[in-house]
């Protein structure tokens, strides 16, 4: 598996088969896999001059087009699944792990102040609901899924269930099976 490319284990994610650079690009026509495509180019190519700045430009208006805040600079693992397009921010100093599925309308950001300041990092394979909020410095452990509609501003530990505003955590060791597929 380590021969195959970051957007081939992106796209594995969605599909549960290795594709060819051919079958990657003809499933761009999903505005998910189309921006995680872009996002992974820009990620590639950000700090040579002439295609950084390309990169950048084309990220930007997929930015735009499809509503996802997502920059090259946030570090996100392997196997990343967007679920919905539409309204997503992710602040670009937090961490995500692999083999994360995010929803829509989810923002992952700072808290400026109090106990938990600075920007969240998130284990691997983490499930994040539609609408949920993840803020502060907190640390989010493996194998956690966060309900829709969840806010988190609180370490999780590892195989747990968070429900609710404010969030509750509730230990369980299979939190994610049948929401993760195809981990690579």
Known sequence: MSNYSIIQKDFYRESGKWLSK???WAKCINPNLHFIYI?????KHMKKPVLGIFWRLVLRH???K???????????GEGLYLGHWGSLVINPKAKIGKN???AQ???IGQQNRGKYQGFPTIGDEVWIGTN?????GVSVGNNILIAPNSYVN???PSNSVVVGNPGKIYPIKRATEGYINSKI
């Open 154 to 156: 609180f370490d999780i």
């Open 39 to 43: 996002f992974r180019k820009t990620q």
């Open 22 to 24: 051919f079958e990657i």
């Open 132 to 136: 949920a909020v993840i803020v502060g």
């Open 66 to 76: 499809y509503g996802y805040q997502i920059y090259p600079e946030t570090e996100i």
């Open 62 to 64: 997929y930015q735009i």
């Open 105 to 107: 309308g989810v923002t």
């Open 100 to 102: 994360c599925n995010i």
